[in-house]
């Protein structure tokens, strides 16, 4: 039987692996988790790492296999097994397909998967965990971290914490002397960056750890992987839109993504796959050189070098210089790739560290349930919409400017709400995210331009928020108009989201304290 405890638990639910890891009290210390028959063993440098491959496999019968399980069955590449769930989950992709007999999303495979990791966990440690923190990308929207925090029901409480921070945390942030550290995270289907700077209060414990920058870019080894099989496909004549390239696709992804990691320890390997159905056998010998040449095609290292240009020009408006960074710290599995590493030592040379790439985010998401606190920062802007007094128009009152860092220790700022007509009793609290828009669109080709309407205009520059749910504050008595009813004080809480606590100015009662309203990015 599962006991009750206060046991913290990290999970770092990712594109091609997941890990888990615990806080140990006895020695304090994160320690990540081996799950019996989940769990595979990857060596690097001599270290034992433990992962478990974000895959589930239905046999039929309502049964299924998860993680090892389904490598040791060879069925990764099987029509009924799940892979890359993170990736159709952040994209709340409506894509589905039917397993043995039922229609399936692959929201709901992941959901399975999870909880499955969750179950096996409580059981192999006997306790079921009191608080779980969960890792996201750094621009994850809103329904990827909601949809994580429905579908791990198995805690009391939960935080959610960006991947690249979690990482800098992981490798010890205390260890280098209140110095920046810039963190390279490449995995399955984006790279995150973020420079982070440990602030000492007490030596004696863990420092904060407090965000200056970050950035994210939608690459991941999944790409890599379909570039290596399209081009194993033009190699052996197979036409990428041809009924036998649909036949072996997902075989051959499946082959590639293992020959990438073959050329990560090797100068050359080969990829054989046959076609089920008429038996012909696609293979072929890719070099790393020849590697390298795909990723160059593909602007990997462009893009990579615009990424950190970003994150380093966004430090730089805070102060901090690119000179003044102490490590570049390297995670994920993309980062074992050698042309990679040396698009970031050529760079930035001996402070690259390349020590526990895929457990350092667990096991830094598990030291912030441990005590050690994180300072963050909003990446956008956001206003709260509400009538003008004489004319009656819309304006815009921002409430939470572009790097309002959090938790807030106090109100970020506050509003009182005037009535708009007598007898009025409910009122309408609208959020709304603020880009900078673009006043022009394209039409037809490159070189038209037209100019947008202010109706458009606004309506892509302000995006509502809480359509669904923004009146929640009732006047009893009614309001008359003009009557400036509700006092309303702003704050942003551990887990990024808006939360009010509303007093009513006539009654005096106090009607909402700390209520959350939206989740920021």
């Given amino acids: 039987m599962v006991a009750e405890s206060t046991l913290n638990v990290a999970i770092d639910f990712g594109t091609s692996n997941t890990v888990v890891s615990v806080w140990d009290k006895a020695s304090n210390q994160s320690r990540p988790i081996y799950i019996p028959n989940l769990s595979r063993i990857v060596k690097h440098a001599g270290t034992e790492m433990y992962v478990v491959?974000?895959?589930?496999?239905?046999?039929?019968?309502?049964?299924?296999?998860?993680?090892?399980?389904?490598?040791?069955?060879?069925?990764?590449?099987?029509?009924?097994?799940?892979?890359?769930?993170?990736?159709?989950?952040?994209?709340?992709?409506?894509?589905?397909?039917?397993?043995?007999?039922?229609?399936?999303?692959?929201?709901?495979?992941?959901?399975?998967?999870?909880?499955?990791?969750?179950?096996?966990?409580?059981?192999?440690?006997?306790?079921?965990?009191?608080?779980?923190?969960?890792?996201?990308?750094?621009?994850?929207?809103?329904?990827?971290?909601?949809?994580?925090?429905?579908?791990?029901?198995?805690?009391?409480?939960?935080?959610?914490?960006?991947?690249?921070?979690?990482?800098?945390?992981?490798?010890?942030?205390?260890?280098?002397?209140?110095?920046?550290?810039?963190?390279?995270?490449?995995?399955?289907?984006?790279?995150?960056?973020?420079?982070?700077?440990?602030?000492?209060?007490?030596?004696?414990?863990?420092?904060?750890?407090?965000?200056?920058?970050?950035?994210?870019?939608?690459?991941?080894?999944?790409?890599?992987?379909?570039?290596?099989?399209?081009?194993?496909?033009?190699?052996?004549?197979?036409?990428?839109?041809?009924?036998?390239?649909?036949?072996?696709?997902?075989?051959?992804?499946?082959?590639?993504?293992?020959?990438?990691?073959?050329?990560?320890?090797?100068?050359?390997?080969?990829?054989?796959?046959?076609?089920?159905?008429?038996?012909?056998?696609?293979?072929?010998?890719?070099?790393?050189?020849?590697?390298?040449?795909?990723?160059?095609?593909?602007?990997?290292?462009?893009?990579?070098?615009?990424?950190?240009?970003?994150v380093l020009r966004k430090a730089a408006e805070r102060g901090f210089a690119e000179g003044d960074l102490a490590r570049v710290i390297m995670v994920g599995g993309g980062s074992l790739i050698p042309a990679v590493q040396n698009c970031l030592t050529g760079r930035f040379g001996a402070r690259v560290l390349l020590e526990n790439p895929l457990e350092a985010v667990a096991k830094g998401a598990t030291m912030l349930l441990a005590g050690v606190q994180c300072v963050d920062y909003i990446q956008h802007c956001y206003a709260v919409k509400s009538r003008s007094g004489a004319a009656g128009a819309y304006e815009y009152h921002v409430i939470v400017p572009s790097g309002t860092a959090y938790p807030s220790a106090s109100a970020i700022a506050e509003k009182q709400f005037r009535a708009t007509t007598d007898g009025q009793t409910k009122f309408g609290l609208e959020i709304f995210e603020i880009s900078l828009g673009a006043e022009t669109e394209l039409q037809s080709s490159p070189s038209k331009l037209a100019k947008l309407s202010q109706q458009e205009l606004e309506k892509r520059r302000y995006s509502f928020l809480n359509a669904d749910s923004a009146t929640f504050i009732f006047a009893d008595p009614p309001a008359m108009r003009g009557e400036s009813r509700f006092k309303v004080e702003f704050f942003l809480d551990e887990n990024r989201r808006l939360v009010i606590t509303s007093r009513d100015l006539k009654t005096g009662r106090l009607l909402h304290t700390f209520h959350p309203i939206i989740k920021l990015r």
């Fill in 53 to 310: 491959p974000s895959l589930i496999h239905f046999t039929g019968a309502g049964k299924f296999k998860v993680g090892e399980e389904v490598r040791k069955l060879n069925a990764e590449a099987s029509p009924n097994t799940f892979k890359r769930m993170k990736s159709y989950v952040r994209e709340n992709s409506p894509v589905s397909r039917v397993v043995h007999g039922q229609r399936m999303f692959h929201q709901d495979a992941a959901k399975l998967f999870l909880k499955t990791i969750t179950d096996r966990l409580c059981a192999e440690l006997r306790s079921r965990p009191a608080n779980i923190a969960i890792t996201v990308p750094v621009d994850a929207f809103e329904a990827y971290n909601k949809w994580l925090l429905d579908n791990l029901d198995s805690a009391e409480s939960f935080r959610l914490i960006d991947e690249p921070v979690a990482a800098a945390l992981g490798y010890g942030v205390r260890s280098v002397d209140s110095a920046p550290l810039m963190v390279f995270d490449f995995g399955g289907g984006t790279v995150d960056l973020a420079v982070v700077v440990p602030e000492f209060v007490n030596s004696d414990k863990y420092p904060t750890c407090r965000v200056i920058a970050k950035a994210g870019l939608e690459l991941g080894g999944e790409d890599i992987d379909e570039w290596l099989a399209r081009e194993v496909l033009r190699r052996c004549n197979v036409k990428q839109e041809s009924a036998e390239a649909e036949e072996i696709w997902q075989i051959l992804v499946h082959e590639c993504q293992q020959l990438k990691e073959k050329l990560s320890v090797k100068e050359v390997a080969s990829i054989l796959v046959m076609n089920p159905t008429t038996g012909r056998v696609i293979e072929s010998s890719v070099t790393r050189a020849e590697f390298e040449k795909i990723l160059h095609a593909n602007g990997v290292f462009q893009q990579i070098t615009q990424c950190i240009n970003s």
